[in-house]
């Protein structure tokens, strides 16, 4: 999503600098071209020289730098940029972009450009705190400036609050929300994802391979396009992606009445958790003792969540997945009717790339009226966009 896309990096000086080193290793591996200025109180602590490195790229440092400005200049700078990024941003910087004031390379660049801005600031908390800051801060998100919100922790200057630079990663995310078009703003979507655990007893469970990722990625993408996303999440070890509320639980029954829950306010339900479809009719409230060669455990049967979403869909748009090893179109069809889907992501788990774990997958599309669409391997990443597209499609025209 970020190959070839041309991003102005902007540091201004502050003990978080070196956070910047590895958003602009981010951004680069994603395939951006990363254009970096760095003000003179930034080049105190890292050397412009680390950024150049990493960039490709000469890092620009002077308005009046009679070299650079012949090479590039601060307008084409301005002009060529899909986005800025502005991390880590001090409250001067933020003071002056608000004042209007251009008095430098960055604030010149960020004045002149039309391409948005997303600022991370990143200060002590009663700085942060003070209401010419706050009022600075509005004033620039008033006129369409992004802001990611400052993490909370020991600052550097040994207070402890709310002013820290968020880890990069966040930052990043935020600058791939900033580039990606609202298609779906403030539509409501529920995403399940990760596997079920059904307890044996207090240290067993049964489950399964799912590790979230696919549900994951279609939550992190449903969110970058500006919908309001909730993701109800079996066990798994992946962080929430920005901007989506989670709702975490182990078993079926618990899924189950989450989803129902989050179903009656939703315009959009995603189902890609890899439910248990049986659990031990007994959970034994001791640790189950070694005994003879064999155990058996009686399973029962849990409840079809999809299947239950789907007799009470009403106006909303459902879409499932269909786990097969074999016979993946015939199985995927049939869930498609029995469960009243919009459309089935049928994955053939027994592929190579596909299914459970990996980062990539390979799907076919279902639809209702027997369109059959296939989808090469690809990473999660870009099935869940793919996905997407067609939530959208499916959602304007219902
Ligand atoms: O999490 P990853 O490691 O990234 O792996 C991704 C995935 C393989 C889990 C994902 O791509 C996938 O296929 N998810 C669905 C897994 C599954 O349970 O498929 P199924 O064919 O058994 O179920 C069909 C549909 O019914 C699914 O949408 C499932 O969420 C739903 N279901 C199943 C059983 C049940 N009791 N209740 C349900 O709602």
């Not at 002077?62 to 200049?73: D, K, P, T």
């Not at 391409?115 to 003070?130: E, K, R, S």
């Not at 748009?317 to 919009?342: I, S, Y």
């Not at 059959?372 to 067609?390: F, H, N």
Request: net charge negative; with cysteine.
């Amino acid at each position: 999503m970020l190959k070839g896309k041309e991003i102005i990096l902007g540091v201004t000086g502050g003990i978080a600098v070196y956070k910047a080193v590895e958003l602009l290793r981010l951004l680069t591996k994603a395939g951006a071209n990363v254009h970096v200025i760095m003000t003179r109180a930034a080049t105190e602590f890292v050397a412009p020289l680390t950024f150049q490195t990493l960039s490709g790229r000469p890092v620009h440092t002077e308005l009046f730098s009679l070299i650079q400005e012949q090479e590039i200049g601060h307008i084409s700078l301005a002009d060529r940029a899909d986005l800025f990024v502005i991390a880590p941003a001090t409250a001067n910087f933020v003071g002056k972009v608000a004042c209007g004031l251009a008095d430098d390379l960055l604030t010149t660049a960020v004045m002149a450009t039309k391409a948005p801005v997303l600022i991370a600031p990143a200060m002590n908390m009663n700085m942060y705190q003070n209401p010419i800051y706050r009022e600075n801060e509005a004033r620039l998100k008033k006129h369409g400036y992004l802001f990611v919100h400052p993490a909370t922790g020991l600052l550097a200057c040994g207070w402890e609050g709310e002013g820290k630079l968020p880890d990069p990663e966040v930052i990043f995310e935020e600058a791939l929300a900033a580039l990606t078009q609202k298609t779906l703003p403030e539509v409501r979507v529920v995403v399940s994802a990760g596997p079920t655990r059904e307890a044996i007893d207090p240290v067993r469970y049964l489950s399964n391979h799912s590790s979230g990722k696919m549900g994951y990625a279609i939550a992190r993408e449903a969110a970058r396009r500006g919908a309001e996303v909730t993701l109800v999440t079996g066990p798994t070890a992946l962080k929430v992606p920005a901007g989506v509320n989670v709702v975490r639980v182990e078993s079926a029954l618990e899924m189950r009445d989450a989803m129902l829950e989050r179903a009656a306010t939703s315009d959009i339900i995603i189902k890609a958790a890899a439910v248990a479809d049986y659990r031990p009719r007994e959970r034994f409230d001791q640790k189950v003792k070694k005994g003879d060669a064999t155990l058996t455990l009686d399973l029962e049967k849990n409840p079809d969540i999809l299947a239950e979403l789907g007799s009470q869909k009403g106006e909303r748009l459902l879409v499932g997945f269909a786990a097969e090893t074999e016979a993946l179109l015939e199985n995927a069809e049939k869930k498609l009717r029995e469960k009243n889907l919009d459309l089935v992501v049928a994955n053939d788990v027994a592929a190579e790339g596909a299914g459970f774990h990996v980062d990539t997958n390979i799907v076919k599309f279902l639809y209702r009226d027997g369109r059959v669409e296939d989808l090469p391997l690809m990473s999660k990443d870009a099935v869940a966009a793919q996905i997407l597209d067609r939530v959208e499609a499916l959602y304007r025209t219902r």
